[in-house]
């Protein structure tokens, strides 16, 4: 599986922006989908994640409510959704896939990085 993930940019503060993540290859609709950031200096943190089995969707606490993160089989595509955006979230987000995590970090495939800049 390969993963193309963009959609990054620089926004301000309150700002939305929809990062997209492209799979190639088989299978894409049995694979659990993650979205990860990594802010400069910074260990790569979880964002979040959605299961293929039931759709089911998770977000790390700093998020919820504000990202969501959505998934078109038909297209081989996840999208994260990031509303009201804070200078906080600026990062270098990744996507990921497997087809047994979900939650943790350890993934099997992930993408490039698109960097997201949130001004004050």
């Known amino acids: 599986v390969q993963l193309q993930a963009f959609g990054g940019g620089l926004v301000q503060a309150g700002d939305s922006l929809r990062l997209s993540c492209v799979a190639s290859g088989r299978s894409f609709s049995i694979y659990n989908m993650g979205w990860f950031r990594q802010a400069p200096g910074k260990e790569r943190k979880f964002v979040a994640a959605i299961v293929w089995s039931d759709g089911s969707t998770y977000y790390r606490d700093s998020v919820k409510g504000r990202f969501a993160m959505s998934r078109d089989n038909a297209k081989n595509t996840v999208y994260l959704h990031m509303n009201n955006l804070k200078p906080e979230d600026t990062a270098v987000y990744y996507c990921?896939?497997?087809?047994?995590?979900?939650?943790?970090?350890?993934?099997?495939?992930w993408g490039q990085g698109t960097l997201v800049t949130v001004s004050s």
């Open positions: 990921a896939a497997d087809p047994i995590v979900a939650l943790a970090t350890n993934y099997r495939y």
